[in-house]
């Protein structure tokens, strides 16, 4: 997918910088764990922070 929206990244940065322990490589782990620990209404918008945390985390990994 192209360039996130600021309020995906902006969350998805604010909850690895606070939880990053909690927080894996894997989309699905991601998605369990945010439903635990974010309060977000919309599984669109879940999925989307999942996947952000997801591909940051495996970036930064890389690196």
């Known amino acids: 997918m ?3 929206p600021s309020y995906i990244k902006s ?3 604010e909850l690895v910088n606070k939880q990053r322990e909690n927080f894996s ?4 782990e991601n998605k369990q764990q945010l439903g635990k ?3 977000i209404g919309s599984k669109r918008v879940r999925n989307r922070v ?3 945390i997801t591909r940051k985390i495996n970036t ?3 690196s």
Do not use: H, V
């Not at 490589?25 to 699905?28: I, L």
């Open 2 to 4: 192209g360039i996130k």
């Open 11 to 13: 969350l998805g940065t």
């Open 25 to 28: 490589n894997n989309f699905e």
């Open 37 to 39: 620990s974010a309060i």
């Open 50 to 52: 999942a996947g952000y």
């Open 60 to 62: 930064k990994r890389r």
